[in-house]
């Protein structure tokens, strides 16, 4: 479980209940990655990935959180301290 994200330059900073993660590439970029891997996932149907497809829908939820995205899927101008965006 994510509890909180730091951004700081290119390094985003996951921290969770039992660790924290060190994301060298911005919550654009990770969640990319991961709705590649949830996609690879899911064309795969297999039951047995569903907690990992949970548990990558769950990172995914906490990027957005971190760089909302608008009802067309961009981003614009909704950046929060953690978007990784320089503005
Ligand atoms: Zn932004």
Not at 28 to 46: H, I, N, P, T
Request: glycine residues 8%.
């Amino acid at each position: 479980m994510v509890l909180g994200w730091m951004f700081t330059g290119r390094v985003v900073i996951a921290v969770g209940r039992y660790t924290s993660l060190r994301l060298i590439d911005s919550p654009k970029s990770v969640r990319e990655a991961l709705c590649v891997a949830q996609q690879s996932m899911l064309l795969r149907d297999d039951p047995r990935l569903m907690i990992y497809i949970d548990k990558v829908s769950r990172l995914i939820d906490e990027c957005d959180r971190n760089r909302p995205l608008g009802p067309d899927g961009s981003h614009g101008d909704r950046h929060t301290a953690t978007c990784g965006c320089e503005w």
